[in-house]
């Protein structure tokens, strides 16, 4: 679009539908000619044609600005549009509003330096502001330089500073800083990019009181200076604490200190009576030696006495004692010898006994061998008899031999057929062993594959155990359903190739991966109600279609789409049961999503456009195609596919129908082979016992034919051995005769040495006796004698021991004596005493307290010390072991505890003044947040209820309230809008991110028209605020700006926009746009007519 190189616009009459006429006082020259060319005059200041506002504009005026050479535009006092093309110069006037009036050049968004705004090709340019003020309009200049990048300043053409037009600039309350106020169209977007904490501040200075922004900023300067009171009364408690902390831990040491020394002069006081109590314990116990030595010195001569008439007893029953002795020993010889007489005798006799008893033993045995003989010989006969007998009834054996040749016979026949028969048992067990090792291998087979079943099962009970025991339930109770029901979707597929795995899982939900499928709705509420409702199982459960969907065909043949790189369906990647593939099918459409390859994923273009299909898989990715309900363009979705999880484990279900087949094959040529076996058995049996039979009839007639010749040997054996018997006799009557008169002369001898022994045994007796009665007498001597010498020993012994005890103790009384001695000269020297000298009044007295009230037990005087070595050496080991505790004491703990006394003490006055200074401010706080907060809240409550209202005429919703997350912290207080455009969705904050660029708009507006009637700038500026609104957003926008802004007391508006909406309103009348006949340099002049609430519409158009 051209660069105008002049534009004017100026209010004129209400003007009909028909070319304006020239007007050429309004005409201005599109250059300066030359440099003679006279400049024009300065425009005087325009009086009020309205209601204008304090500091409302009512001029501006631009030369070698941006695209104007010279422009001048009188703006009404309400609802100003700006309309034109784009690049017409809208937003020139835009920034002439800023810059004459302080602004800085970012504020605008185009350019950091203001020259750059000075026309191209011009070294200067100018920019003049007319405010009205009651008490007389004020006209700001800014004259720019382009080579210094300068601008020069005046007031009513009076040269002044920036910081001084600043000042008169707000003293109006026009900010062209404040979004709120002003808003070019670069900074549009940014609107909704600030944060509730600049929103807030931006409408505090834009509408609310003047003090209401410096009540803000005092409580957050008032708010960091509590918080440094705060931290510095934390830092000084916390000091504070470790002073006291440390001081209480000298507190503990100079106790120490003290507690030290209370024990050294006890310790010391201990040490000097400890000799006095060493010589009074010796001294009495000296005393005690020397009563005990005289008591034992009398013990002595009593016993020296007593000792002498035992003596003499002792010899007396000596001699009697050897008397006895020597009778004993008489009588023990002739004891002696009658003894071994005795025993000779008995000798003797024990031998006759044993004679007698071998001549009865050697007649029992013959007696014995004759009764067997006898006994031997009548068994012998009546056995000859026997089989004499036995051998007259045996038959002839001569007719036995061809029986025993046909039995041969049949038992070689019988064998033949028994070899015959185990050959075909071998055989068949070696063809059972094969068909044994082949159903073996046929169920490891299987075993494999359930093993892989087994795979999916654990997956499916490590992920979803709920499912898992569903599943259980299920396979425990199938009775109870009428029709098939099928296990989870995962367990039931079974993929052709587990490479295709990730297609199958990324196109089905894991919700329906791990669902039941039921061919009837009955069996699916019987199978939830015991599972969901009863077993509380968390399970999914689906129905298949009523009509198999399953061998549905594609609606596009799998040929037309192999040139696009697609190599399958997704239904064909994979077996199932009928109801799962019925539903995958209906529910998923798998017969018609296909799936390609990379040669895929680099046609896609052509595939979105030429094939029409919705869905479809690449390599790696996943494609859904939409077509968009307004424009009728493909929209594509493309997600990378996740890895496969579930149906990687693949079991070739065919295979394994197959070996069931083959493995029942096998079960039935076992069945058969067994039965075989069974029979050959039986038939093995029946010829096992035909052979038995035969051969136990042969073995019968082989016994008949040799029993006659062995019954003849066995008759001539026995005959023989009865002669022998009959020939071996024995006399028993003559035996017995000689054995009896044996036994007779041996008894005589007998009685004989009896009769001798007895009267040796009687003479031994009275020995015996004699010699006992001897030796009760010696005993007794001996008795009475040891009992003398054992007194005599005693008394001895005691004796002894009583010399022995006066003579150590008489030792311990010279000793003791010694002793004594020396302990009284120590305990002198310890006190320091002379000979004649008692204990000093300084060891009677009381131990001195420690000063500073540091005693820790009562005072203690010389004589209440321990009156015991052990008492005294105890306390005086417990002392020296408490004082040798009191390591590492300084002497100058005291005087630094006493120092840091003083400064705790210090410390806790500056921590009051501190918390009295805080106290102050808190209060101070106290009284702004009142007067700033409740305003406050007022103020946004109103923009609130306006806010609302605009967005309830627009059949939507909106919301603004002061936010923050902590009442304390006034720097985080923000106003917080909030929108909804649809009544499906909740109310969210307004971002930059969340709501589309037209939504953003629309509630900018409405935020700014909600401000505009509460609103105490003079003026407020929207450039192209419209742009990507929807048209009948935009048309509500427009109205209700034309409402908001025709009202009667509200600032002055300026609305740039490129185009206007008509018949907005019945009640308002909008402005017809003419162009101008003639050309104006590049560009046309258009006039509008002013319509009933309408300040002005300008409008700006290129030629």
């Known amino acids: 679009m051209a660069t105008p190189s002049r534009k004017t616009a100026t209010p004129g009459p209400l003007a009909s539908k028909r070319p304006l006429p020239r007007d050429p006082s309004s005409e201005v020259p599109s250059k300066r000619r030359s440099s003679a060319s006279p400049a024009p005059p300065p425009p005087r200041p325009l009086q009020s044609s309205g209601p204008f506002v304090e500091g409302s504009i009512v001029r501006i005026a631009m030369e070698n600005f941006l695209t104007y050479d010279i422009c001048e535009v009188s703006p009404g006092p309400h609802l100003n549009m700006i309309i034109g093309a784009n690049g017409t110069g809208k937003s020139s006037i835009v920034c002439a509003i800023c810059l004459g009036l302080a602004g800085k050049p970012a504020f605008m968004g185009r350019a950091d330096k203001v020259g750059f705004f000075v026309k191209r090709g011009c070294s200067k340019g100018m920019v003049e502001i007319e405010l009205f003020k009651i008490s007389g309009n004020l006209v700001i200049t800014r004259e720019i330089d382009v080579a210094k990048n300068q601008s020069f300043w005046f007031i009513n053409k009076k040269s002044t500073t920036q910081k001084i037009v600043e000042e008169q600039v707000a003293a109006l309350n026009i900010q062209v800083g404040n979004l709120c106020q002003f808003l070019p169209q670069d900074k549009v977007g ?102 005990a030595r005289d008591r034992v010195k009398e013990e002595v001569r009593k016993l020296k006495e007593g000792q002498i008439p035992m003596t003499h007893r002792i010899e007396e029953i000596e001699k009697q004692r050897h008397n006895l002795e020597a009778r004993i020993k008489e009588k023990a010889t002739d004891i002696k010898e009658t003894s071994q007489k005795c025993k000779q005798k008995q000798d003797v006799v024990e031998r006759k006994d044993k004679h007698i008893e071998e001549l009865q033993q050697a007649l029992a045995v013959k007696q014995n061998e004759e009764h ?54 071998i055989d068949m067990r070696r063809e059972k062993e094969t068909l044994e090792k082949e159903k073996k291998n046929v169920e490891e087979h299987i075993v494999r594959f359930d093993n892989l079943m087994n795979q999916k099962e654990d997956k499916l009970r490590q992920r979803y155990r709920d499912t ?37 899982e990324n196109h089905i939900s894991s919700n329906d991966l791990r669902a039941f499928v039921f061919e009837s709705q009955e069996d699916m509420e019987v199978f939830l109600k015991e599972v969901r409702d009863n077993k509380k199982l968390r399970v999914n459960a689906v129905m298949a279609p009523e009509h198999s969907c399953a061998d549905k065909a594609p609606s596009v043949s799998l040929n037309e789409l192999k040139q696009y790189g697609f190599f399958s369906y997704l ?92 493995l029942k094959e096998i079960n039935r040529k076992l069945q058969a082979v067994e039965s075989g076996l069974i029979a050959l058995r039986e038939k093995n049996k029946h010829l096992e016992h035909r052979d038995n039979e035969l051969r136990q009839k042969k073995k019968e007639l082989l016994e008949r034919k040799t029993k006659k010749r062995q019954l003849e040997q066995k008759i001539s054996s026995k005959l023989g051995s009865l002669k022998l018997m009959e020939q071996d006799t024995c006399n028993l ?16 001898q007998k009685a004989k040495l009896v009769t001798e022994l007895t009267n040796l045994i009687k003479i031994c007796t009275s020995l015996h006796i004699q010699k006992v009665n001897l030796i009760l007498q010696n005993t007794t001597v001996i008795s009475e004698k040891n009992k003398l010498e054992s007194d005599y020993m005693a008394a001895s012994s005691q004796l002894r021991l009583t010399e022995q005890h006066f003579i150590e103790l008489d030792e311990n009384r010279q000793r003791l004596l010694q002793k004594c001695k020396e302990l009284m000269k120590r305990a002198r020297q310890v006190c320091n005493l002379g000979a004649e000298q008692t204990v000093p009044q300084e060891y009677q007295t009381q131990v001195p307290t420690i000063p500073n009230g540091h005693n820790s037990s009562p005072p203690m005087a010389f004589q209440d010390l321990p009156n015991t070595l052990d008492e005294i050496d105890a306390l005086l080991t417990e002392e020296r072991s408490r004082a040798s505790c009191f390591t590492g004491l300084n002497p100058t703990v005291v005087e630094e505890y006493t120092k840091r006394e003083e400064e705790i003490e210090q410390l806790t ?41 605009f967005f309830s005429s627009m059949q939507c919703a909106g919301e603004v309230d002061l936010h923050t997350e902590n009442e304390e912290d006034y720097d985080k207080y923000g106003i917080r809008i909030r929108v909804k455009f649809r009544s499906s969705t909740q109310l969210h904050e307004l971002t930059p991110h ?69 018949g907005i309103a019945s009640s308002v009348n909008y402005p017809t746009v003419y162009q101008t006949p003639w050309p104006i340099s590049q560009t046309s002049l258009l006039h509008t007519f002013q319509p009933t609430g309408l300040s002005q519409c300008l409008t700006i158009e290129a030629a």
């Open 571 to 662: 239904r064909e990647l994979f077996d199932a049961p009928n109801p799962v593939m019925s539903y995958l099918c209906y529910q998923y459409h798998i017969h018609e999503v296909p799936v390609g390859t990379e040669r895929t994923r680099e046609r896609i273009e052509r595939v979105i456009q030429e094939t029409q299909l919705k869905q479809f898989y690449t390599a790696e990715e996943k494609y859904v195609v939409k077509t968009s309900f307004y424009s009728n363009k493909h929209i594509t979705v493309n997600t990378s596919l996740k890895v496969a999880q579930f149906l990687t484990v693949t079991v070739d279900l065919e295979q394994r129908r197959h070996l069931e087949e083959q």
């Open 733 to 748: 009557e003559e035996e017995e005769r000689k054995a009896s008169t044996k036994i007779k002369e041996i008894n005589v």
């Open 190 to 291: 940014e609107f909704a990019k600030l944060s509730k904490i600049e929103l807030l501040e931006a409408t505090e200075k834009s509408i609310g009181p003047p003090e209401m922004h410096r009540y803000h900023c005092e409580l957050k300067n008032f708010r960091e200076k509590e918080k440094q009171l705060e931290t510095s009364c934390k830092e000084k408690t916390e000091y504070l604490e470790k002073m006291i902390q440390r001081n209480e831990r000298y507190k503990q040491d100079v106790e120490r200190f003290y507690e030290r020394k209370r024990h050294l002069d006890l310790i010391e006081m201990l040490e000097a009576k400890r000799p006095w109590v060493e010589y009074e314990n010796v001294r009495q116990e000296y005393e005690e030696v020397k009563l």
């Open 372 to 425: 067997d003989r006898q006994r031997r010989i009548s068994n012998t006969r009546k056995m000859i008899e026997d089989l004499q007998n036995e051998l007259k009834n045996t038959e002839n054996c001569e007719n036995l031999q061809p029986q025993i040749d046909a039995i041969t016979s049949d038992l070689r026949q019988i064998q033949d057929e028994k070899a015959l028969c185990e050959g075909e048992i």
């Open 468 to 504: 898992y025991d569903a599943v259980l339930w299920l396979r425990n109770n199938r009775d109870k359903f009428k029709q098939r029901v099928c296990e989870p979707i995962m367990l039931t597929i079974n993929m052709k190739d587990n490479k295709n795995a990730k297609y199958v």
């Open 909 to 949: 006055e500056e921590l009051k003044i501190k918390k009295v200074e805080l106290d102050k401010y808190r209060e101070s706080i106290s009284q702004v947040k009142e007067r700033w907060l409740n305003p406050l809240k007022e103020l946004v409550e109103k923009i609130n209820e306006k806010f609302s209202n």
């Open 994 to 1062: 969340h709501q589309s660029g037209g939504e953003r708009s629309v509630s900018t507006m409405l935020y700014l028209m909600a401000l505009q009637e509460l609103n105490r700038c003079p003026f407020r500026v929207v450039d192209e605020i419209n742009q990507g609104m929807d048209p009948i957003n935009e048309r509500r926008v427009f109205e209700m700006v034309v409402n908001t802004a025709c009202k009667e007391n509200t600032s002055q508006y300026f609305f740039i926009t490129p185009k206007i909406l008509y």
